[in-house]
C-alpha cells in the first residue's frame, strides 16, 4: 500500500487553480486534515473554516454517515456508465431533490460541478425554445459581477472581468450583461439594500436594444456569492422575474451558493418568493464531498423537449461521463438524510442573526472599506491597496495566520459559516477574523 505523503517532496508539478502559483510555492499553505468545522494544516495549526470550503461544507468535514454511505455504495456499486441505462439512486435522488425544489422545477438534470450545471441550464434553454419551434432565441442574458464557472458557457454569462478578458475571443457569442446590483450607498447592510430595484430594468433596456425575441434566457445567482454576496435590492428579482415572463424569456437562477439552507430556506428561490424556469444546485448538494451538479428544470420544459423529439430517440443531446454517478448520489442521498434529520434549513435560519451580529462587529477595523450579508453568508471589502486583489490576499494571509481559514476574491473576504456551526463557533471565527485583519492593518503601518 501506498501512503500518500502530507508535505510533497515537489511543489512544481502541480498547476493549482485560481491561484498566484509563485506566490503559493514560495510559501505553501498545505491542509492535511478536516474534521468538524477544524482544519489542520502542515504547520500542526488548528484552523476553523469561515467558508465551508468553497460554501461546499455546510455539515462539516468527516461526517461519518457520508462517508458510510459512500463506502457502501461502493462496495455494491462503483460506477455504473449513465447513458440509455441508470440505477435506482439517481432516481430516488431526482425524486428527494423534489421535494424541496419551487413551484414544478421536478425534473433533474446531473451533471458534474456548478460549471456543467450552468452550461447544462444554457444548452436546455436553447433546446426548449427549439422544440416549441422558437429557434431564433439565441441570445443570453449575465450580469457584471457574477460567477457562473469556468467553462465557456458559465464564463460568457459570468461578469468578472478577469476571468474574462484573456478568453475573449472564444466566448459565447450574443451574451449581453446587466449591471451588478452593488450601489455605492450600499454601505454597511445587512439583508436586502432598499435601493436599486430599477436595475432590473436593464433587462426591459436589453429587450429593446437586442430584440427580446432573440434571447433565450437571463441567468443571475440570486445573492452573487463568490464577488462578496451582493444581495438583491428588495423587489429586484420579482422584477426580473415579471420581464421575463413578458417577453418569453426564461429565468435561470444560479443556486450553486445559496441553495441547500444557505439563506435559511432550501434555496433562495424560496426565500425572495421568485420562481426561476430552471435552477442550477452542486457544492453543498454532496457537502462538497463528491462532485455533483444539478439542474431542476419546470415540468414544462422537460415535457416540451421529451414530447417533441422524434419517437425512441435520444431527446437531448447532452450528458456526461459523470452524470449522477454512484458515488456522488450516495453521498447526496445521505446529506439529504442529515437535513431532514437535523433540521438542517432551520438551523441555518437560526443561527442568521448571530453570525450577521458577529460579521458587523467588525466594521470598526480601519482597513474594513464595507461589510454586505445574508443569512449564513457574507463579504468584508478590505480597502483597496495600490493595486485590486493585493489587499484581500495579504489580509487573507494574516487571518489564515491567525487561524481561520476562507477564501478571499480580490480585496472582499468569503465569509459562509458551517450550519452545524454553535454560538461559540461564530464567534471563534470573528474573534480571529478581527485578530487577521488587525495585524494586516497594523502590518501596512510598519
Ligand atoms: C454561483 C456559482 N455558479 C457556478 C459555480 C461553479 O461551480 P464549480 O466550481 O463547481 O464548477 C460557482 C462556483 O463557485 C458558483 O459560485
Known amino acids: 500500500m501506498s501512503s500518500k505523503p502530507s508535505v510533497p517532496n515537489s511543489l512544481n508539478e502541480h ?8 506566490d503559493f510555492k514560495a510559501n505553501p499553505r498545505l491542509i492535511v486534515e478536516a474534521k468538524g468545522v477544524y482544519l489542520k494544516n502542515h504547520q500542526g495549526q488548528t484552523q476553523i473554516d469561515a467558508s465551508s470550503g468553497l460554501f461546499c461544507n455546510p455539515l462539516g468535514h468527516g461526517r461519518e454517515e457520508i462517508i458510510d454511505a459512500i463506502t457502501n455504495q461502493l462496495k455494491t456499486l462503483d460506477y455504473a456508465q449513465p447513458f440509455q441505462q441508470g440505477f435506482g ?5 431526482a425524486t428527494r431533490i423534489s421535494k424541496h425544489t419551487p413551484g414544478n422545477l421536478n425534473r433533474m438534470f446531473y451533471t458534474i460541478c456548478g460549471s456543467t450545471a450552468v452550461e447544462t441550464a444554457i444548452k436546455i434553454s436553447v433546446a426548449y425554445h427549439r422544440a416549441r419551434g422558437d429557434s431564433q432565441r439565441f441570445r443570453f442574458v449575465g450580469r457584471e459581477r457574477a460567477y457562473h464557472g469556468m467553462n465557456i458557457g458559465a464564463t460568457s454569462v459570468g461578469g468578472m472581468v478577469n476571468n474574462v478578458k484573456t478568453f475573449a475571443s472564444v466566448l459565447m457569442p450574443g451574451v449581453v450583461h446587466m449591471r451588478h446590483t452593488h450601489l455605492p450607498e450600499h454601505k454597511f447592510i445587512s439583508g436586502q439594500p432598499e435601493t436599486g430595484v430599477e436595475l432590473a430594468e436593464d433587462l426591459e433596456r436589453i429587450c429593446s436594444n437586442f430584440g427580446a425575441e432573440n434571447i433565450a434566457a437571463c441567468i443571475v445567482e440570486p445573492i452573487a456569492g463568490s464577488t462578496g454576496t451582493l444581495v438583491p435590492p428588495k423587489g429586484y428579482l420579482q422584477r426580473l422575474r415579471e420581464i ?5 424569456i426564461l429565468l435561470i437562477f444560479d443556486e450553486v451558493i445559496t441553495g441547500w439552507g444557505r439563506t435559511g430556506s432550501p434555496f433562495a428561490s424560496q426565500e425572495y418568493g421568485v420562481t426561476p424556469d430552471l435552477m442550477t444546485m452542486a457544492k453543498a448538494t454532496t457537502n462538497g464531498i463528491s462532485p455533483m451538479g444539478v439542474v431542476a428544470c419546470k415540468e414544462e420544459i422537460y415535457d416540451t423537449i421529451v414530447d417533441n423529439a422524434p419517437k425512441g430517440s435520444i431527446e437531448l443531446f447532452h450528458g456526461y461521463t459523470y452524470s449522477g454517478i454512484p458515488i456522488s448520489v450516495a453521498a447526496a442521498l445521505a446529506v439529504q438524510d442529515i437535513f431532514e434529520k437535523d433540521d438542517i434549513f432551520n438551523r441555518a435560519k437560526n443561527l442568521t442573526p448571530y453570525f450577521q451580529e458577529g460579521l458587523f462587529s467588525l466594521k470598526d477595523i480601519d482597513v474594513v472599506d464595507n461589510i454586505r450579508g445574508y443569512g449564513m453568508m457574507g463579504g468584508i471589502d478590505i480597502k483597496m491597496d495600490k493595486k485590486p486583489g493585493a489587499a484581500g490576499l495579504t489580509c487573507f494571509k494574516h487571518c489564515y495566520e491567525a487561524g481561520v481559514n476562507f477564501k478571499a ?3 472582499c473576504l468569503i465569509i459562509a459559516p458551517m450550519f452545524i456551526c454553535e454560538k461559540k463557533h461564530i464567534d471563534e471565527i470573528i474573534e480571529k477574523l478581527r485578530t487577521g485583519i488587525t495585524n494586516y492593518s497594523k ?3 510598519n
Not at 15 to 22: E, L
Not at 89 to 93: A, K, N, Q, Y
Not at 244 to 248: R, V
Request: hydrophobic share 20%; with cysteine.
Open 15 to 22: 498547476w493549482m487553480p485560481f491561484s498566484s502559483n509563485k
Open 409 to 411: 476574491t480580490g480585496d
Open 89 to 93: 439512486g439517481s432516481f430516488e435522488l
Open 244 to 248: 421575463c415572463d413578458k417577453h418569453g
Open 443 to 445: 502590518s501596512k503601518k
